[in-house]
C-alpha cells in the first residue's frame, strides 16, 4: 500500500480496469429501491442494512458451483427474499430486480470522472453481468471503453481469477501496467493484487459501515479514495494530461 504522504506513480500505468455496480453505479440505490417495493407488496418493511445483508448472502450462494448467468442469480435473490419473509414473489416481481438494473444510476462523480482519466489512460470494465445488462448500463457511463469483461465471457463470478485473467488477454499489455480500480476489497482488490494488478479502493458510502474496512486490513489497496473526483485528481498530479 501507498505510505501515508507519498503518491501511487500513475505513470507507469497504461490501462485502469474498473468495478462496474458499486464503483460506477450506484447499486445500492438500485436494488434497495426495487427490493423495497417488492417487500413493501407483502407487507414487509426491513432496514436498508437488513435488505442488504440478506442480498450479500444470497447473491454470493447463487454465485457458487456451476455458472448461470446474473439475470438468474438476480431472480434467485428475490425468490431467497420470499422465503426468508414468508411469501411467494410473482413472477413479475422476480423479474423486477433484473429488469431494473439498466435503470441504476451512475454515482454523481462518475461520468466527470471517466472523461478525466480518459485523456490519460484507456479504460476497460471487469463487471460480475450479463453482457446485455452492462449494454443496458452503458449509455448512462458516457465514455468508451476499449475493454469490457462480464462474467457472462469469463462463465466465473468474481473474485474468481478466471475473469481478470481473460481481462489481462484481452487488454494485452503486463499486469505491471494496469491499475484496477474497485468498490469491494474482497471482489475486486484482493484478486486483482493475486495477479500482480496494483488497486484502487474507492470506499463508496454504504448502510453496512464497516463492511470495507474490516476486508481493507486483509487487502491493503496501494491506494484509497472516497470517490473518483479523487482519483482523477491524484493521476492529474501524479500525470500531466496529455495534449
Request: glycine share 6%; with cysteine; hydrophobic share 40%.
Amino acid at each position: 500500500m501507498t505510505p501515508p504522504g507519498s503518491e501511487l506513480d500513475f505513470s507507469r500505468f497504461e490501462f485502469l480496469t474498473f468495478d462496474c455496480y458499486g464503483t460506477l453505479i450506484n447499486w445500492e440505490e438500485g436494488l434497495l429501491r426495487c427490493l423495497h417495493r417488492i417487500l413493501a407488496d407483502h407487507g414487509k418493511d426491513p432496514d436498508d442494512a437488513t435488505i442488504l445483508q440478506l442480498y450479500g448472502d444470497f447473491e454470493a450462494s447463487a454465485e457458487q458451483g456451476e455458472y448461470r448467468r446474473y439475470r438468474e442469480v438476480l431472480r434467485s435473490v428475490v425468490q431467497r427474499f420470499g422465503e426468508e419473509f414468508g411469501f411467494a414473489p410473482t413472477e413479475n416481481q422476480v423479474s423486477s430486480l433484473p429488469d431494473s438494473l439498466p435503470n441504476w444510476k451512475p454515482w454523481p462523480d462518475t461520468v466527470g470522472a471517466l472523461r478525466e482519466l480518459q485523456r490519460q489512460f484507456r479504460l476497460a470494465i471487469i463487471s460480475n453481468v450479463d453482457d446485455d445488462l452492462f449494454a443496458g448500463t452503458r449509455p448512462q457511463l458516457e465514455v468508451s471503453f476499449d475493454q469490457i469483461v462480464t462474467a457472462q465471457q469469463a462463465q466465473a463470478y468474481k473474485p474468481s481469477l478466471k475473469i481478470f485473467e481473460l481481462a489481462l488477454r484481452r487488454i494485452g499489455v503486463p499486469a505491471d501496467r494496469v491499475l484496477h480500480v474497485g468498490q469491494s476489497v474482497y471482489h475486486d482488490v484482493l484478486p486483482a493484487q493475486s495477479l500482480g494488478l496494483a488497486t484502487v479502493w474507492v470506499n463508496r458510502p454504504s448502510v453496512r459501515t464497516g463492511v470495507g474496512a474490516v476486508k481493507e486490513i486483509e487487502g491493503r489497496p496501494d491506494l484509497q479514495v472516497s470517490s473518483l473526483v479523487e482519483l482523477a485528481a491524484a493521476c492529474t498530479r501524479s500525470r500531466p494530461l496529455r495534449s
